[in-house]
């Protein structure tokens, strides 16, 4: 069972927390110019006529993941020591196993078996340092009990999820500010939901990757400045993961279905794409092409800002449905009112900015 909520049991922790998100914030917002001109000297430069899936017109600089990286792991050893045991050790050290891996794809362009290799031993560090996702929620009625305890093959579900989430989030980095804004309202999500159910590491892992992903973003949005490249989203996707099996998976039932909800987008998008690829006989893992959510929402005609904010505000309904199933009385309806009034806002803002297109008969692409 989940202990009592920081938000009321310990304020300590819940200030720790708050600085964690603070200063990784600051740090990855300061260090970013600074990775940008090493993106350049070292020649990690996205190139635009690589193939047809890219969105941009000049070649922008890669690497941003290093950002992202530096402000995370500034604000952890500052605030979250008081955390570090074996599992959560285990973590960061397969996080920087990931961000080297995606620092180097940046540069050199890694063939799609290597950096899958890099990604099985990312996962398989925290794995073997304790992190287990060995209990779920019962989704059958053919089995008897609420939940199902998979014992030893947690081992490898804990691997494929870990690789799974990882690569999901590598996916859906097709637009600008797409997969970093989708990945922080994950993350804040995660965090909320952590502070809630009382789980400290679980908090200032997600507090740290949200403040990385917040001080980024200005960069990144579109027209963007600078790509985070495999470096960073190799490494968010590979916390997120890690840091749900932490503080959501251990507890009880109900939150076993939680990191499904929050991570509903990249999952969602990546086992349609995977299984479309293997239907038409090819390597899910090493054919990219141009049909994922974010492509689909361009070719009907909305701009780049206008798909990434219809896609964060899926992601933030899911985020907050998750959310909600965590919480009760009248947290819960707010956070439901606020859900509602935030759809209908982005809904009145699409359409009164497709109707002003319309009206002119500008395309606004980006």
Not at 224 to 235: I, T
Not at 258 to 272: H, M, N, R, S
Request: proline share 5%; net charge neutral.
């Amino acid at each position: 069972m989940p202990e009592q909520s920081l938000f009321l049991s310990d304020p300590d922790s819940l200030f720790a927390v708050l600085f964690a998100l603070a200063a990784a914030l600051v740090v990855s917002f300061a260090v970013t110019p600074l990775v940008r001109m090493l993106a350049r000297k070292v020649g990690a430069i996205d190139d635009p006529n690589r193939d047809d899936r890219r969105m941009h017109k000049e070649p922008i600089p890669r690497l941003g993941g290093l950002a992202i990286f530096a402000g995370f792991m500034a604000a952890f050893m500052v605030f979250g020591l008081g955390e570090m045991n074996k599992t959560v050790a285990g973590i960061l050290i397969g996080g920087v196993v990931l961000v080297v891996v995606g620092a180097i794809d940046d540069v050199l362009s890694l063939p799609w078996w290597l950096k899958l290799a890099g990604q099985l031993g990312a996962a398989v560090i925290p794995v073997a340092c304790g992190l287990r996702a060995e209990i779920f929620t019962n989704p059958t009625v053919f089995f008897g009990g609420d939940v199902i305890n998979v014992g030893v093959f947690g081992i490898p579900v804990t691997i494929l999820w870990i690789i799974g989430i990882t690569n999901a989030v590598n996916l859906i980095d097709g637009l600008d500010g797409l997969a970093v804004g989708v990945s922080g309202i994950a993350s804040l999500s995660m965090l909320l939901i952590s502070l809630a159910t009382g789980h400290p590491s679980a908090a200032l892992l997600t507090a740290a990757l949200t403040g990385g992903c917040l001080g980024f973003l200005p960069y990144n949005f579109n027209p963007a400045r600078l790509f985070m490249g495999d470096s960073g989203a190799l490494f968010l996707g590979y916390i997120l993961s890690c840091a749900s099996v932490l503080g959501l998976f251990k507890f009880y039932a109900l939150l076993s279905v939680v990191p499904f909800l929050i991570l509903g987008l990249p999952i969602l998008d990546t086992t349609i794409v995977f299984f479309r690829r293997l239907a038409k006989g090819k390597n899910p893992l090493s054919t990219p092409d141009r049909k994922h959510v974010h492509h689909r929402l361009i070719d009907m005609g909305f701009s780049q800002k206008q798909a990434v904010a219809i896609l964060y505000s899926v992601s933030a309904v899911l985020g907050l449905s998750a959310v909600v199933l965590t919480t009760a009385g009248e947290l819960r309806v707010l956070i439901l009112l606020l859900a509602v009034l935030a759809a209908i806002a982005v809904y009145i803002g699409l359409v009164r900015k497709q109707n002003r297109r319309n009206g002119t008969g500008e395309d606004d692409r980006e």
